[in-house]
């Protein structure tokens, strides 16, 4: 069953704006990561947050964690074309992660 | 390093043939991941080796998926026999231990999309 769950499925938006995914997830975790996978491509890590933190940031990135509502948002910041892609959270207890079912990000030129 | 790396990277086949997909890691890597992708389910796990030995194949779907990992460099995902259903995106994915014990990223391979006719 997947552990993630990510909101919304899909979004589109103007280069520029900002854009922002929701994850959420149903057990304790260690750690949560995203990542990105572009179309036809492998998935590619982008930032790690661990479950005793808050907030993390990596240029235009800012990934948040609410333990409470079990619970991540992923922003993108001034987004650009080149940003298009879908975006997976992973969620781990231990070694094992489990992916949600990812958001489809398109941003329009 | 070259990454990931997997073959084929498309492999047509028909039902009932046996299917064999191939995976090596990045070098120093002591974790190797096989992924299923589809539309319908999405991002599924299917099994993990930790120094070459298999640690969780709960995802495994059924006796037909085999994997083994003979050693740190190679790994093998086969399908005997294939049906219809099995076609899908399959990715192999390695990590190492990070600093934190719990810490780590995993880096995809391109994936190999099989079809089974």
């Known amino acids: 069953s997947q552990q993630g769950e990510e909101d919304p499925q899909a979004l589109s938006i103007q280069e520029g704006e900002n854009a922002t995914m929701n994850c959420s997830y149903k057990?304790?975790?260690?750690?949560l990561q995203w990542y990105r996978q572009n179309s036809g491509r492998g998935l590619v890590h982008l930032i790690l947050?661990?479950?005793?933190?808050r907030e993390k940031h990596s240029g235009r990135l800012r990934v948040t964690l609410d333990t409470s509502k079990k619970s991540s948002s992923l922003l993108i910041t001034a987004s650009r074309a080149a940003d298009t892609a879908s975006y997976f959270c992973a969620t781990s207890g231990t070694y094992k992660y489990i992916f949600g079912t990812g958001t489809r990000l398109k941003v329009l030129a | 390093d070259a990454g990931v790396i997997q073959s084929p990277r498309h492999e047509v086949t028909e039902m009932g043939q046996e299917v064999t997909l191939r995976c090596k890691p990045i070098?120093?890597?002591?974790?190797l991941f096989w992924y299923r992708q589809t539309m319908m389910r999405g991002l599924e796990l299917l099994i993990y080796?930790?120094?070459?030995?298999?640690?969780?194949d709960s995802g495994m779907p059924e006796d037909r998926f085999s994997a083994k990992m003979p050693n740190a460099s190679f790994s093998t995902l086969k399908i005997q026999p294939s049906e219809p259903r099995d076609s899908a995106v399959y990715f192999c994915a390695s990590s190492s231990n990070g600093l934190a014990g719990d810490s780590y990223e995993q880096y995809f391979g391109p994936g190999t999309r099989l079809t089974v006719t």
């Open positions: 070098s120093g890597h002591d974790y």
């Open positions: 080796f930790n120094n070459n030995v298999p640690i969780d």
């Open positions: 057990t304790s975790i260690n750690n």
């Open positions: 947050i661990r479950s005793n933190e």
